[in-house]
């Protein structure tokens, strides 16, 4: 085709500027070798303003490119936005941080930063099984070595460890499935695949193609971390650094989404019935099993990676629910829950970063008590933070919450509703627990905190604002998620 | 300068957002000039806005200031806006006036008190409440102002609330009132049902076209509202609160419990008399009721032995004769005792302030006596209010009763009529002993005081006794604003008279018919001279039993004791509620508490907390760190996965 030789750049416009910065980033600390990083500070900021500032522009066309193995489409745009505003409240709120805690040399951190987020643009904007892999493994592998950035912390190497092994091992039931799916479909173009299925229903019943999709759904459900496959969610959360851990719970996840959302809905549409039972039993599992075991955590860090895994398995109803009559807003939903994540979520790991002190983590729940004492402003960032990961209103936690219980209902779930609200109501508790401590207990020690810097106060104010605004004029943004998943249906 | 009366409830409101903020920090200087202030410019803006009202021609004196939409809701809107006519004219009047005046007795009264700045913190909300109550263009602003001033007597009745009593009588009334507001909302709920809207104008020219006097959503709209009135005006059976809440500081009695406050049901009865007008029954039930309590009320002021108490009754029972002479539609009548009432509750009240600091905290009348000698001002004061109260000419009180007394008379609608006639006339003789037994007692004969605290009885400082001062006069010279028998004199009734249309009628009916009957002089000159003899045997038969031969006292109440303890524990009225209503309540609560919440809820709550910490528990340790274990976990998953898929 003549576009291969000829492609258009704006499709991956974006990518290529993150790129740019990367290198740029990664070049410029190998020469100087500075320890401040100052300067990588403000080029991956720039980069992602630029990114972001393209993206926007380009949010409302669609056009694809390479053979349409990459497509630009509102969906695609409005999940690369997610991913910027990640990244940007990843490097607001970790500069202090990687300067205390990690080795004074972290030259990479920012490049692979950037370089993951890259990967998950790819995963949004593919639209080829082969490209989506691809984008997968850039995301993962700069994943890995993030989470082992502290070179001489056991922890980090860990959690570096046992998230690269079975990585990888997810990795490879994900080719497996994809493989399938080729030697049966004879395509691995999405929008051909769910051609030829609809050409010929025979295949709907063949058993190859239900293992394939399935085994490509561990893959994804892997990412994702849903239950059963949830299980390295905790180590690494709680191993690896507080910043990329920040990271990690809200990008990739999203990456990992969009991907899964689009091969289903292009690709595997009429196999409904399969998944939909499917992801109705890993819904239920995902949101009791995260909210019952974050219960019994003492280590704040370690509540919040269970606490991921249960609002996977919220927006896995939306999911289910997009089965029923109401597609878009139910994939809708999951669109809004998944920005609101990203800002209640980092914000949260962010005053995590802002407890730590000279010999305390600002892990441990303990590390809590007082707050409200030492830092008024920090403690209400927290409690609003806490109150949207619990869902209660007017955060943007609640309108989420809202938005995806209501396409369930639309849809007819209405047992997952109830299982739902009541894990929201588990759920209360443990976060509540946190801000019990922080406003009715004596602090333990006297001082100040090491953590602050007015980029981490930038950062909490950009997710504090995110988390206000979401979930006080929701309207908004909500209409723009249906009108960017309306081009999937 | 209509446009004034937008002011009026903002400068009270203004107060209070100062004092809420930076009260603590102010000087009691500072606070009490800063809440007096507020009123006094309120009253200023009243003025001004009577004057406009007045300056305007007559029959068209009706003026509403939409300041801002508050509620749109499909068809159904209401703003937020204000009412001025000649009825929320005397109203804000009176509330400004007279509030003013006792917000600066407070500064006198209150002085040595800790929670300075709170109590006129509460007391500039409580004038706002009232203004948005007698100023509100709907029901549903009335009733804004109507919660308002509830809790605002709830918060000064409670004011000295480590006093287990005084925070009993605060939710006595709270709980009683809420009675009372049940049946209010219920009717306002009725009249959106029927009129779509709350909005008086609009809801009042409908009511003639709607429906006929006697229809069933009229009889039950105005029974509800009328419900209402009863929890805030103290009637029967909603009686209970009232003398209770004379544990608030003595000012708040004066002003919320006996001027302003209380009054508010005879206001709403008065403001919706064009729904009154039309449910005939329920006019009756009023006049009946309000002349039961009046008399029911009076019974028991007759033997109470604290100053308060006695004033507290005396004011259930006056609020009666208005609700009696609404009742027979002599709402102007209603209006103009409500006004001098005001004059004259609030100067006793103030008064038996004045006596009870002067006496450190002494409220029972039996250590009092004497008192003439030493509290000259507050004796003369006193006594010009109660002569007021008693009904003797030329005095307010002697005007307004006197009307009421008339309009009952005249009301013609059989021997039935003649009976609250009887029951306001035996009521009037009544108010005259039992006032003059308050005088005599505290004021006269011996001094039954402690020693200790005859040292150090002194008159009242200057801002208790110019307040007290100009009440007395208002109390002597009030009257004049309904100058009986000659009808062009009569200020009260020419300035109200188009407030009332459809009364209007109503009234000039009944007077033809009386007319018809017998000369209407004779008749109205005839009726004066029998209050005037009613009220001076009461006095004498005080003067005889108190002063004279105590010895009387004492053989009367050993004849007549069941008359004497059924008055004294007030006709066992809170014992029967107590009985009956409160104790079975109670009991039933703490069953639900026993049973219901702590086996049932609690037991479910906790038992399913624990479920969830136990099984959060137990799935923790498939957390095992081991990485093979993971991957087998992945492995697992799929296989049932499959499983499902196959299966």
């Given at each position: ?37 100052g ?5 991956g ?8 500032a393209v ?12 053979g349409?193995?990459l497509v630009?489409?509102?969906?695609a745009?409005?999940?690369?936005m ?13 500069t ?26 790819v ?35 860990e959690?570096?460890l ?30 051909q695949?769910?051609r ?10 063949d ?21 059963p496959f949830?299980?390295?969610?905790p ?13 990690m ?9 969009a ?17 939909e039972l ?7 599992l995902?949101?009791?099993?995260g909210?019952?075991?974050a ?9 919040l990676a ?10 896995l ?27 209640m ?10 407890l ?11 590390d ?5 004492r030492r ?10 933070f806490?109150f ?6 007017p ?5 989420a ?20 609200v009541?894990?929201?109501a ?12 922080m406003?009715?207990?004596?602090p ?11 980029l981490l ?11 206000i ?12 998620a249906?009108?960017?998943v309306?081009?999937?249906? | 300068?209509t446009?004034?009366?937008a002011l ?16 603590k920090?102010?000087?009691k200087k ?8 507020a ?15 007045m ?7 009706s ?5 801002f ?16 006519d ?10 400004t ?8 007795y407070?500064?006198g009264?209150?002085h ?5 700045a ?14 948005l109550?007698?100023?509100g263009?709907?029901y549903?602003?009335?009733f ?20 287990d009593?005084?925070?009993d ?22 009249i959106v ?20 006097a006697?229809d ?8 509800l509202?009328f ?10 059976p ?25 009054t ?6 008065c403001r ?8 005939p ?24 032995n604290?100053?308060?108490?006695v004033?507290?009754?005396s ?6 004769y208005?609700f ?72 307010a009180?002697?005007m ?29 003789l ?10 005599y007692?505290t004021?006269y ?21 110019v ?30 008279g ?21 000369s ?32 009387l ?18 006709w ?31 037991g ?11 099984s ?25 996965m ?6």
């Open positions: 085709m003549l576009d291969i030789l000829v492609p258009d750049f704006r499709v991956i416009a974006p990518e290529l500027i993150l790129i740019v910065t990367a290198f740029v980033i990664i070049f410029w600390e190998l020469i100087t070798r500075t320890a401040r990083h300067m990588s500070i403000f080029l900021a720039a980069g992602t303003l630029v990114a972001l993206t926007a522009s380009l949010a409302q066309k669609t056009i694809s490119t390479f349409d193995a630009l489409d509102p969906f745009s409005f999940f690369k997610i991913f910027l505003v990640g990244l940007l409240l990843t490097i607001a709120i970790s202090r941080y990687m300067v205390d805690e990690g080795t004074k040399d972290h030259s990479e951190y920012y490049g692979l930063l950037i370089l993951a987020v890259v990967g998950m643009m995963l949004a904007t593919g639209r080829e099984l082969i490209t989506i892999f691809l984008g997968l493994e850039l995301m993962s592998m700069s994943l890995y070595v993030l989470a082992g950035l502290f070179k001489t912390d056991v922890r980090s190497n959690a570096a046992k998230y690269f092994v079975l990585g990888s091992f997810a990795t490879c039931f994900m080719l497996f499935g994809m493989s399938y799916i080729y030697g049966i479909a004879g395509t691995t173009h999405l929008r695949i769910g030829a299925i609809a050409e010929n229903p025979a295949l709907l019943a058993k190859g193609l239900i293992l394939g999709m399935f085994t490509l759904l561990v893959g994804f459900a892997f990412k994702i971390s849903a239950v949830h299980q390295w969610t180590d690494v959360y709680e191993g690896a650094p507080t910043s990329v851990t920040a990271f719970s809200a990008g990739p996840k999203a990456a990992a989404f991907a899964m959302i689009r091969v289903l809905m292009e690709a595997l549409p009429l196999m409904k019935t399969d998944w499917l992801f109705t039993v890993v819904a239920v995902t949101m009791t099993v909210n019952l075991v219960l019994a955590q003492e280590s704040v860090k370690r509540m269970y606490s991921s895994i249960a609002h996977v398995g919220y927006i109803i939306a999911f289910v629910a997009s089965v029923g009559g109401h597609a878009d807003r139910a994939l809708s939903a999951i669109l809004f829950y998944l920005l609101a994540y990203t800002f979520n980092t914000g949260a790991f962010a005053i995590l970063i802002f730590r002190r000279e010999g305390i983590s600002g892990e441990k729940l303990d809590f008590a007082g707050l409200s830092s008024p402003i920090g403690a209400l960032a927290m409690l609003i806490l949207s990961l619990a869902g209660i209103p955060t943007a936690g609640f309108a919450k809202l938005s995806v219980f209501y396409a369930a209902v639309q849809g007819g779930y209405y047992a997952l509703v109830v299982i739902g009541i894990n929201s588990v759920a209360a508790y443990y976060y509540l627990r946190v801000v019990v401590v406003y009715m207990q004596e333990a020690t006297e001082g100040g905190y090491a953590g602050t810097s007015p106060w930038a950062g909490i104010a950009l997710a504090l604002a995110g988390t605004v979401l979930g006080v004029l929701p309207g908004g943004v909500l209409e723009a249906r009108l960017s309306i081009s999937l249906l | 300068m446009d004034a009366v009026v409830p903002l400068f009270p409101l203004l107060a209070v957002l100062v004092n809420l903020f930076i009260g920090r102010l000087s500072a606070v009490g000039i800063l809440a007096c202030g009123v006094g410019a309120s009253l200023g803006a009243s003025v001004l806005a009577v004057a406009g009202l300056a305007m021609e007559v029959g068209h004196r003026v509403e200031v939409i300041l939409p508050w509620i749109v809701s499909g068809g159904f809107q209401v703003p937020i806006g204000f009412l001025l000649p009825l929320s004219a005397v109203m804000i009047l009176v509330v006036g007279v509030g003013f005046l006792i917000h600066v407070s500064t009264y209150m040595e008190d800790a929670g300075f709170r109590y006129f913190l509460f007391l500039n909300l409580f004038v706002f409440a009232m203004l109550l007698v100023l263009n709907s549903l602003l009335l804004i102002g109507w919660e308002g001033v509830g809790l605002c007597s709830y918060l000064l009745i409670g004011f000295w609330f480590t006093k009593s005084a925070s009588a605060g939710k006595k009334a709270f709980i009683v009132n809420r009675v009372g507001d049940f049946g209010f909302i219920l009717g306002m709920l009725l049902y029927h009129f779509g809207t709350l909005h008086y104008g609009q809801v009042f020219a409908r009511a003639p076209e709607l429906f006929h006697g069933l959503p009229m009889v039950l709209i105005t029974a509202l419900v209402g009135a009863m929890g805030k005006s103290a009637q029967l909603l009686h209970v609160w009232l003398p209770d809440a004379m544990e608030g500081p003595t000012p708040v009695s004066a002003l919320i419990h006996a001027a302003t406050m209380v508010a049901g005879v206001y709403m009865v919706s008399s064009a729904l009154y007008e039309l449910a029954v329920i006019l009756s039930l009023v006049a009946v009721i309000g002349c039961l309590t009046a008399f029911f009320a009076g019974t028991i002021a007759l033997v109470q604290d100053i308060k108490r004033l507290a009754y004011t259930v029972s006056q609020l009666g208005m009696l002479a609404a009742g027979v539609g002599a709402y102007v009548a209603a209006i103009f005792h409500l006004v001098t009432h005001a004059f004259f509750k609030a100067l006793l009240f103030l008064g038996s302030g004045s006596v009870i600091h002067a006496l450190h905290e002494e409220q029972d009348i039996r250590k009092m006596g004497g008192l003439k000698k030493y509290m000259p001002t507050t004796h003369r004061t006193f006594v010009i209010g109660s002569l007021a109260i008693a009904g003797i000419p030329p005095l009180g002697f307004s009763k006197d009307e009421i007394l008339y309009e009952v008379f005249n009301a013609g609608k059989g021997t039935g009529w003649v009976l609250l006639w009887i029951g306001g006339i035996v009521t009037a009544m108010t005259a002993f039992y006032m003059f037994r308050l005088v007692l004021f004969g011996e001094s039954r005081m402690d020693e200790e605290v005859e040292k150090h009885v002194h008159e009242s400082p200057p801002p208790i006794t307040p007290l001062t100009i009440l007395a006069v208002l109390s002597a010279v009030g009257g004049f604003l309904g100058i009986p028998v000659i009808k062009k004199w009569n200020i009260m009734h020419n300035w109200l188009e407030a009332f249309h459809a009364a209007a009628e109503h009234t000039t009916e009944a007077a033809t018919h009386a007319a018809s009957a017998v209407h002089l004779t008749v109205e000159l005839g009726l004066m001279t029998v209050s005037v003899v009613v009220a001076v045997s009461g006095i004498l038969i005080a003067r005889t039993i108190i002063l004279r031969r105590p010895a006292a004492e053989k009367m109440r050993n004849d007549y004791s069941f008359l004497y303890s059924l008055f004294l524990n007030k066992w009225v809170d014992e029967l509620y107590d009985l009956t209503i409160v104790n079975p309540l109670k009991r039933f609560a703490d069953m639900c508490w026993s049973v219901f919440d702590v086996k049932g809820i609690d479910t709550v906790n038992g399913t907390a624990k479920v969830a910490n136990v959060g528990g137990v799935l923790r340790k498939l957390q095992t760190g081991f990485v093979q274990n993971y991957a087998l976990g992945i492995v697992i998953g799929l296989a049932l499959l499983v499902l898929a196959f299966f």
